[in-house]
């Protein structure tokens, strides 16, 4: 693999790994929009970044346990009807180095900031899959269980040179409620190479890892992808697994994420000014689930206040309103007084009443997955 021709990134990223490029923002700078600015936005990728050039050629072929496989160029793509969804994309490495300090875990370090929020502009994957002869999804339409696995153009070393690969269940790709997008924009720009142009698969609620970038085929298959990112990656072990005794087909690939929060204004070991300081940062929950409740504690978890929670800046957000983003991240604040020395926690519940872990060694795995244990940070009252 070469990585000569990667695109210029904004210097404010913190880079967690250069090749294959990875790379988060500032907590400050993840914070200061409700819709992420796409050069701030994490990049995770596990090879170079391709380039696709011509692109009047450029089709994605459908295949696979169908009648009619075909071609579709970007024209036919742009042809069905257009949505913008707004979706948090997470990946499920989010706060890797947190739960890699209480044992060493394997993967990519990551801060606070392994997630964004975009606006995805593309047709629905149901639209789509409806080109090919395949009925949306009703109540009657039986899916037998298949699955739509999307295979990239990149070369990733995991699959042996191969193309990145993921699956996604036949009833959740065939259902237009699922909102899952073949995505040629972010931000009403068209998708820049970083993530993913000419075209992606955004699947809102969950992991990253299941949203291809660049590409390439779209496959209809009886099992679920067989690709290392499915079947050996991005699964949850029990803290007693480790490499010696792990048997990868004892578990399921992930799909949702699980309730997650995040304070962003403050980094250890920040020193305040006496008195007063503003707790926020970002809330979501996987599945389409709404935030119910952010609680924040500076007393070590002894009392705590509940956090305000909105989406668009001065309107209260309220969960499953038709007026909130669904697939989206909800920030919080809370202005609190705090002590000499404390130690500040956040925790969300959803609408489903999931609350996050209290300690990250409960849920500590050897691949450092879905770290969503109370996010704690630590400050200091100064002069
Ligand atoms: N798609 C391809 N083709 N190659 C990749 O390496 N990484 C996945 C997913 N799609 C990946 C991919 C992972 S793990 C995540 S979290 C998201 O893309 C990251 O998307 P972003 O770089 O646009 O933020
Ligand atoms: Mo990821």
Known sequence: PHYSQEPSRHPCLIINAKEPFNAEPPRSALVSSYI?????????????????DDIERYSVSICGLLGNPKD????????????????????AGNRRTAMSKVRTVKGVGWDVSAIGNAIWGGAKLADVL????IPKLTKSTPSGGKHVEFISVDMCK??????????IPLIQATNPEADVLIAYEMNGEPLNRDHGYPLRVVVPGVIGARSVKWLDTIKIIAEESQGFFMQRDYKMFPPSVNWDNIVWS???PQMDFPVQCAICSLEDVDVVKHGKVIVS????????????RVDISVDGSKTWVEASRYQKTGVPYIADDISSDKWAWVFF??????????EIVAKAVDTAANVQPENV???????GILNTSWHRVHVRVGH
């Open 72 to 91: 579709l160029f970007m024209n036919d793509i742009r042809k069905l009807p257009k949505y913008n969804v707004t979706a948090t994309l997470q990946c």
């Open 281 to 292: 940062g970002y809330a979501v929950s996987g599945g389409g689930r709404g935030i119910e």
């Open 158 to 167: 995991e699959e042996n040179g191969g193309p990145y690969k993921a699956s």
């Open 361 to 367: 060694e409960v849920i500590w795995n050897l691949r």
């Open 130 to 133: 409806e080109l090919v002869g």
């Open 333 to 342: 604040q809370a202005e609190v007084d705090i002590p000499q020395i404390t």
């Open 36 to 52: 992420t600015p796409i050069d701030l936005f994490y990049k995770r990728n596990h090879g170079p970044i391709p380039l696709v």
């Open 250 to 252: 004892t578990r399921k």
